[in-house]
């Protein structure tokens, strides 16, 4: 039950970052605690505090002037710019049930692209993806996209080389008590950054990532950090708990590293012939690119430190640590969000063969050490069961893009591009409907998004607080936050569950994406068939009985629901069993449990890729040329490379109206690291606010100085709502810090067709003019 003191209550609640016990005192929340069994909760929970934050928060149903008048004939280059006029909620459903019935009956279904991003709540109910993608089926499709911007490269290459889905691997990494037990090495290519295990989807009951890494160096597993960003391990909000040794290496040369241990595994007679002739397909052929058969050039220690900047001893005695006894090769998502970015992923999995360790406990790769919490930290415990989740339905409609690629899309309906073996036309889309995300936050080159942001005759957005998406919509419908409405906590991601009971009325006139659509559909004729007849509780107890059925089924009891409901978090860890994973399966007998590749190996080279033709991804791993690289011809006008990782005090941008995010910032910029040696040759102190440029875009930041960032880079992280000084310049100064104005929007390859924002080249310089105010905390022109 809810634990309550004198006129205060306090009520469990989930969320990404973490599950907590809100305390509200009538409708105000007053309070943010942690629960006793997390060992090291988020600091980000504690921005739930300012969940109904005035300046930020929408409070009716708002329409772009522009389109009140004229609708879908208005001028869109207007988004942003015009001011919005408050409406009622009957003429604001009336609005978007006319533009959609327009787009499907004069341009087709495929006219509609559904928009959303997964993660507007931990709640199994109100998830906004499900809700949205649910409606548009039942109103006859929409087309749709696939893959993700964090693991789109990773989900494309992996399957043709393991035979296993990305998402389903990276819950089959080694285990902290495998590796404290059995590995004596762990080489971390990206790291595994505690920032990012903060948060874990659909939830997270107890924050461990810290105590098992530490846990493995206390063992003497050595560890090393391969990044330009040296506390991207042994580093968390606590600030550091291990000193792992750090490879300081240029960005985007990892592919280069693990070929020059690689070529010095076969120099030196170190590589696992019987496991590469029992377990792998193609050796044979990668083996002549690798020593310089093929292009004359050998991929030995020596290149590979031109490219890297680590010294060629340092990789030659690497490979021979590695080697002699049982290791660890970790690789982050970051190095899949660069050009080429299937290659880094490819080659690591190529050089755990070389070295045999795969399928043994403690030993192998591990894809996704520090990328979200349970990716990597999960154990053997894996849930057994499903979690019941609002059904989406079929999409009746086919067409679909990889998901990165929205801006092209828009700007270029008809053309055809290749994507993992397949052709793909892009559609005309008429209407955009986007809830629960953010594309002004982590889509690549900004500018250009806000130049396709103009096709389009309808922007529909749901959305809780005025993010940069809400501010370029025609049509803004206003959502309860986790706090305003019931809901299920839990995943097949996380073996606790809570219950999730509304704590405060909901803000102003805003209502659950459920409610919203469930109107919508009502005057398109198919409430009902939305609904099935049931209320926000009626689904919260029926998909609660789904997952007590399926857990039953499996061998584990939950509580009924009337028990679940009025309690708070519980794990069902004692009743799991720890299982084996696919590759420990594989290795033990590869007959019985072979991969899902055409061979039924590990596909060093693989024939599928190689038939398709590609000039940007051949058919075995290796290394190509970036167009931005340092070094590069473009590093003479540009010549600091940007990394734009993910941010320490928020998700993605999700809360950057919190006090965690905002106490941190720099004179309200987002707070960007260099190097001292880089700021002393620009002179630029700590504290100022610096020009972030180059020919794409530019943006403010806040400066700190650090030895934690390599020399040549400098650290932006994603996040800060997006805010252009003049919305009516397509190439404005952006004043908050969103990197993204500055990144380049290509594909990874044609196989993968994935984000490449970490492949970017910058410039920075001391901004010496009067800073312009912060608008995105506060409501925009009404």
Same mark, same amino acid.
């Given at each position: ?497 809570? &219950? ?175 190097? &001292? ?46 805010? &252009? ?58």
């Amino acid at each position: 039950m809810s634990k309550t003191t004198k006129n205060t209550t306090l009520i469990p609640t989930c969320s990404h970052w973490g599950n907590y016990l809100v305390e509200a005192e009538g409708n105000v929340v007053t309070a943010i605690h942690s629960y006793a069994e997390d060992p090291d909760p988020s600091p980000i929970g504690q921005s739930l505090l300012d969940a109904l934050d005035k300046g930020v928060r929408i409070p009716q149903p708002m329409v772009r002037a522009g389109y009140l008048q004229d609708e879908w004939n208005s001028d869109a280059s207007q988004r942003g710019i015009e001011p919005f006029v408050p409406v009622t909620w009957q003429k604001a459903t009336a609005l978007a049930a006319r533009a959609l019935k327009r787009a499907r009956d004069n341009y087709g279904n495929e006219s509609i692209y559904g928009g959303s991003y997964g993660w507007g709540s931990a709640g199994r109910f109100h998830h906004s993806q499900s809700q949205l993608h649910r409606f548009l089926n039942q109103y006859g499709g929409y087309t749709s996209s696939v893959a993700s911007y964090s693991t789109a490269a990773a989900q494309a290459i992996m399957p043709h080389v393991l035979g296993v889905s990305f998402l389903r691997l990276v819950f089959h990494a080694p285990t902290s008590d495998d590796v404290a037990k059995h590995a004596r090495t762990m080489l971390l290519f990206g790291g595994a950054a505690m920032k990012n295990t903060q948060v874990n989807s659909g939830g997270l009951g107890a924050h461990t990532a810290r105590d098992q890494l530490l846990k493995m160096s206390t063992a003497g597993v050595r560890i090393i950090c391969v990044s330009p960003v040296r506390d991207d391990v042994g580093t968390d909000h606590s600030g550091t708990f291990i000193e792992p040794e750090w490879w300081a290496c240029c960005p985007n040369s990892d592919v280069a590293i693990m070929l020059g241990l690689a070529h010095t595994l076969v120099e030196e007679g170190l590589h696992d012939r019987d496991f590469l002739e029992k377990y792998t397909e193609g050796f044979e052929r990668f083996l002549p690119y690798l020593m310089g058969e093929t292009d004359g050039q050998p991929k030995n220690a020596q290149w590979a430190s031109a490219l890297s900047d680590i010294p060629a001893e340092d990789i030659r005695q690497m490979a021979r640590d590695l080697a002699a006894e049982r290791s660890v090769l970790g690789i982050s998502w970051s190095l899949q969000r660069q050009q080429h970015g299937e290659q880094p992923y490819w080659m690591i999995t190529v050089l755990g063969a070389m070295l045999g360790h795969i399928g043994k406990p403690g030993g192998g790769v591990a894809y996704g050490y520090g990328c979200i919490h349970n990716m990597g930290f999960l154990g053997r415990k894996l849930p057994a069961f499903s979690t019941g989740k609002f059904s989406q339905g079929q999409n009746p409609v086919s067409t679909f893009i990889p998901v990165a690629r929205i801006s092209d899309m828009l700007l270029n309906p008809g053309a055809v591009i290749d994507f993992n073996g397949q052709r793909v036309t892009y559609p005309d889309i008429k209407l955009v409907y986007w809830a629960g995300g953010n594309p002004f936050h982590h889509h690549q080159d900004l500018n250009r998004l806000r130049k396709a942001w103009q096709r389009p005759e309808t922007i529909i957005v749901n959305e809780q607080v005025w993010t940069a998406t809400a501010r370029q919509a025609d049509i803004v419908f206003p959502c309860t936050t986790t706090l305003e409405r019931n809901d299920l906590g839990g995943s097949s991601y996380d073996h606790w569950l809570s &219950p999730m009971r509304k704590v405060v009325e909901p803000y102003a006139q805003s209502r659950s994406d459920f409610e919203v659509f469930s109107c919508i559909a009502g005057q398109l004729g198919f409430e009902e068939k939305f609904t099935e007849g049931r209320s926000e509780m009626e689904w919260i107890r029926f998909l609660y009985d789904q997952t007590r059925s399926d857990a039953a089924d499996n061998g584990v009891s939950l509580p009924a629901f009337d028990d679940f409901w009025a309690g708070q978090q519980f794990s069902v860890e004692d009743q799991l069993a720890e299982v084996d994973f696919p590759l420990e399966k594989f290795r033990h007998d590869p007959v019985a449990h072979p991969l899902d590749t055409p061979s039924g190996k590990i596909e060093i080279f693989s024939e599928t890729i190689d038939g398709f033709g590609y000039d940007d991804c051949r058919g075995h791993a290796m290394w190509f040329e970036k167009d931005e690289f340092p070094g590069g011809a473009r590093s003479a006008e540009f010549p600091l490379h940007l990394v734009s990782n993910q941010p320490r005090t928020r998700l993605h941008s999700q809360l950057d109206h919190g006090r965690t995010s905002r106490n941190a910032k720099v004179k309200g910029r987002e707070l960007m690291r260099m190097n &001292p040696s880089d700021a002393a040759a620009r002179n630029i102190k700590a504290g100022d606010v610096v020009r972030v440029f180059n020919d794409r875009g530019a943006c403010l930041a806040g400066v700190a100085l650090s030895d934690n960032i390599r020399p040549g880079v400098i650290e932006l992280p994603t996040g800060s709502w997006y805010e &252009p000084l003049d919305a009516s310049d397509p190439n404005s100064l952006e004043t908050h810090g969103n990197p993204n104005v500055l990144t380049r929007d290509i594909g990874t390859s044609k196989l993968g067709q994935g984000p490449t924002a970490h492949s970017c080249l910058v410039e920075v310089e001391l901004f010496d003019q009067p800073l312009p105010e912060i608008r995105s905390f506060r409501q925009p022109g009404v």
